[in-house]
């Protein structure tokens, strides 16, 4: 995890710096934003950045208007899902080892998924308990959630934690010994050995833990409750309650068995605000802990146990389910394909598939709960699916129809109860509105979150798409505008190896709809200097489509060339055909242009016909603009590179030195 204070003069270029997802590959990023900062955008008001961030007498300061700094957040959250937010203020106010400060407690950053915040040198432990385990009867009317048995493993498994740290020690302790016994020269290793010795006293002062909980979704589902809802909310945080309370009772209890960390001071603690919360429900736990200390520092937290969940087949920390079902495809001889109960699907070539669907565990269970075998659930269709998932605990609860105002509430609900932090994600359909993104982190800050992030979906490439999308993608057959007979068109010109070219390009409703290529003589050589007209197509004698441009002369007479396609190459003619069917049916003009880039078709050179079709029509994309970060200001191709230590255009040879 990449973190910086929003207090930075260089923090709005930090929050930019995964638009390119290139550049910064490997880690996660967040900013940390601090109450001034907040109120500031709140009221609209200037914000003081600073470098030393909180030096008395810093080397740079400048006063920024807290929205413009807001502004580029949101816009990198809603374009690539980063950076995310640390409500800093929060976390070292909410932070039981920043009052060990003095002892090298002091917070500075998280672990990659945030749900940790650290001091230098010491370690990320992680353990989830799967709640749903603990709810017996699941799916039926007598479903409950067993208390007892979830006290009980609580204990068992803070111990278990605090096993963990010994585990971690004695690995350490080898590590120091081989870096010392290493034939090395002291000046050498000095470095190294320095740092094992600052992890070890870490360890060993504060024994650090991180128990944290899984399956929440599954849970409340198995329960009969729907994820988001009140009871919902009720729920997770008397079983996130239960989770503290029993964890600070068995760290108590290993403090009396096996000495408490060492740094432990009461007084240090006294009015913390988690120590309140808990003195109000269990005072006597309060006044044992004071008297007799902890074993650790601080112990829990809320990851996103991704790899954990899929092991357990449970949804993962306190996510929904992400998605109840989807269908698969497994290629079968075709002798199997007269069975009348399997779905199939035959490909181009005629190989036959058989379709089924992959259900989320849980939504399994729940089928087999209502009486469906496991046979005859395989072959359900789309219709049934769909009208089952709609009876199940699991209807409207999928992470992509969540109501952002539950997630964000049901997170503050539980993070009164984590003495770490909380790592959860807010899903957005694509259609989100950067305004809400904004409203979202606001709510977070104002009810107490720790930090937050988003998911737009198709945000970010590589991320799994929704079953609502992949059905559209699969099923949705475009059907292009109809053609009016006369078609406003731009001309434009470029070069082909040593020939002049030119393109007309028809526009309907202000993009590209067609495009016709030839070479500038002749006939065509008027072309040259005609800018705009119209592309008129009609009838020809063979009965194929004719296409002819018009144009109005310097005196206002129309001025018709016949027959737009009788110049063409054979093979530029089927191109621009091509080119022109795509455009049609309404793909995205920089995927044409990616596509034409990536045709085989003449050589490396600057003047070629794909150059300069790419060059014609970049002149439609808003703003003259390449959405890159390495476009042309010449040519508005995405081909700038770094040659001989100059910026050059590999396309059209512009060069920034000169």
């Keep these: 995890m990449l973190t910086l204070m929003v207090k930075h003069p260089e923090a709005v270029s930090f929050a930019n710096a995964k638009r390119n997802t290139t550049d910064v590959t490997g880690a996660n990023i967040s900013l940390k934003l601090d109450d001034a900062f907040m109120l500031a955008v709140q009221d609209d008001g200037l914000y003081l950045q600073e470098f030393p961030v909180n030096s008395s007498a810093p080397l740079v300061s400048k006063e920024t208007k807290a929205r413009e700094i807001w502004q580029e957040i949101i816009e990198g959250a809603w374009k690539s899902a980063e950076p995310g937010v640390i409500f800093w203020d929060t976390i070292i106010r909410e932070s039981l080892p920043d009052r060990y400060a003095e002892e090298g407690f002091q917070t500075v950053s998280t672990n990659p998924c945030g749900e940790i915040p650290l001091c230098p040198y010491d370690s990320c432990r992680l353990m989830a308990m799967n709640l749903t385990g603990y709810v017996k009867d699941s799916f039926h009317s007598e479903a409950y959630f067993d208390f007892d048995l979830f006290k009980q493993h609580v204990r068992i498994a803070l111990r278990l934690m605090d096993d963990l740290v010994d585990l971690e020690l004695e690995k350490i ?18 470095v190294e050995h320095e740092l094992w010795i600052k992890i070890k006293e870490k360890c060993e002062k504060g024994r650090r833990t991180g128990l944290g909980i899984t399956g929440l979704g599954d849970m409340l589902a198995s329960l009969g409750i729907k994820y988001g809802s009140e009871e919902s ?29 060492p740094v432990f001071d009461a007084e240090k603690e006294k009015g913390h605000p988690l120590i309140n919360r808990i003195r109000r429900i269990d005072p006597e736990l309060v006044k044992d802990m004071a008297l007799n200390g902890r074993r650790n520092i601080s112990m829990l937290t809320i990851a996103p146990t991704g790899s954990t969940s899929l092991l357990s087949q449970t949804t993962s920390g306190i996510e929904p389910a992400f998605r109840l079902y989807y269908s698969r495809r497994k290629k079968v001889n075709d002798a199997k394909s007269g069975k009348s109960n399997q779905h199939y699907f035959i490909d181009d070539n005629g190989d036959t598939y058989e379709e089924y669907a992959v259900f989320h565990h849980g939504f399994r269970k729940w089928l087999e709960h209502q009486g469906y075998q496991p046979d005859e659930i395989k072959t359900f269709n789309k219709k049934d699916l769909l009208r089952l998932l709609e009876e199940s605990p699991y209807a409207e609860a999928s992470s992509d129809q969540i109501d952002w105002r539950a997630k964000v509430k049901l997170q503050s609900a539980l993070q009164k109860w984590v003495d770490h932090s909380i790592s959860v994600t807010v899903n957005l359909p694509e259609d989100t509105p950067q305004a809400m993104i904004s409203q979202i982190y606001i709510d977070a800050w104002k009810q107490g979150c720790k930090g937050i992030t988003v998911y737009r979906e198709g945000s970010r490439a590589g991320i799994l798409v929704s079953e609502k999308k992949l059905d559209q993608q699969d099923f949705l057959e475009t059907i292009p505008p109809k053609r009016p007979v006369e078609l406003e068109a731009a001309v434009l010109r470029f070069k082909n190896n040593e020939k002049n070219w030119v393109a007309v390009v028809g526009i309907y409703h202000g993009k590209p709809y067609e495009i016709f290529t030839g070479r500038a003589e002749d006939s065509f050589s008027i072309l040259e200097s005609v800018d705009k007209g119209k592309v008129i197509k009609s009838k020809g004698e063979n009965g194929k489509n004719r296409y002819d441009f018009q144009y109005l002369d310097n005196d206002g007479y129309k001025v018709t060339i016949e027959g737009l396609s009788r110049t063409f190459n054979e093979e530029y003619w089927n191109y621009a055909k091509l080119i022109s069917g795509i ?16 045709l085989y078709l003449d050589g490396q050179t600057l003047n070629t016909w794909r150059n300069g079709v790419k060059r014609a029509l970049l002149q439609f994309i808003p703003d003259g603009t390449v959405p890159t970060d390495n476009a042309c200001p010449h040519c508005k191709q995405a081909s700038l590179v770094y040659q001989e230590s100059c910026l050059q255009c590999s396309q059209c040879g512009y060069s920034k030195c000169g």
Excluded: C
Aim: proline share 3%; hydrophobic share 35%; glycine share 4%.
């Design 583 to 598: 455009l049609r049916h309404g793909m995205p003009l920089k995927y044409v242009i990616e596509m034409i880039e990536d």
């Design 173 to 190: 302790n080898r590590i120091i010994e081989k870096v010392e016994k290493d034939t090395e020269p002291k000046h050498y290793k000095r």
């Design 233 to 261: 909310i009720t729920v997770a945080e008397q079983v996130q309650t239960t989770l503290l309370v029993e964890a600070y009772r068995s760290s108590i209890q290993l403090g009396k068995e096996r000495g408490v960390f």
